[in-house]
């Protein structure tokens, strides 16, 4: 493990399985340690932490999920809703007690303001996170304000080129996203994140080296005090680490 100037730490993986198996071990620390509210993510990065979250014996049935964001317009048992992810991913084979996910179909004004209760109600002990290539952290956007809470985003076109993977086409992207907010983020007591490729390496330099400015949502991790990243060689590329 490294630790950066800034106080981030740092594992290099050699890929995305032994990667899965890390951050595994740090939920199952986490949760020895009590942890009780895990901040969950979507997108392919996490894909292989679940399979060994479900592959574990590790029981969260009495433990709680609160996931950063969900698509609006998607109804929750819509095929590419981060509902649909999540339960494919983890909860149908791995129960908890409670789960929470921005509803896509919800009213635009209020289901802000729901989502933060949930938050308050439930404060994140880890995190996790990806990043987009433009350093996003949930569907957060450069220029967003670190003080921000959950709150409806624009996709940027990075964003929506990103994701289109999983849409039939680029056009069937949603435009807009609930976003647990970067406050919100930044209140957890552990964070993960989590990145793997080429395409990543320079957000993480950004995010390890560059100055704290909402330009990158990701170099705000620079102000917590709990940071870990696993990151792959590609990844890690432009980083100076032993
Ligand atoms: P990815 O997305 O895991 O599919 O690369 C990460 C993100 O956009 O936060």
Redesign the pocket.
Known sequence: MNLTDKGLKIIKVADKQEGGKKAFELIKEALENGAEVFGL???????TLYKEIRDSSLDFSDKKAVNLDEYIGLAPDHPQSYHTFMKEHLFDMKPFKETHIPNGLADEETEPNRYDEVIEKNPIDVQI?????NA????NEPGTSFESTTQKVALTQD?IE??KRYFDSEKDVPRYAFSMGIKSIMSAKKIIL????E??AKAIEDTVNGAVTEAVPSSVLQQHDDVTLILDEAAASKLELN
Not at 41 to 47: K, R, V
Not at 136 to 139: K, Q
């Open positions: 993510a979507t997108g392919s990065t996490p894909e996170l990806g990043i987009g290539t996003h952290i949930g569907f964003t990103a994701n989590i990145a793997y490729g395409n990543k």
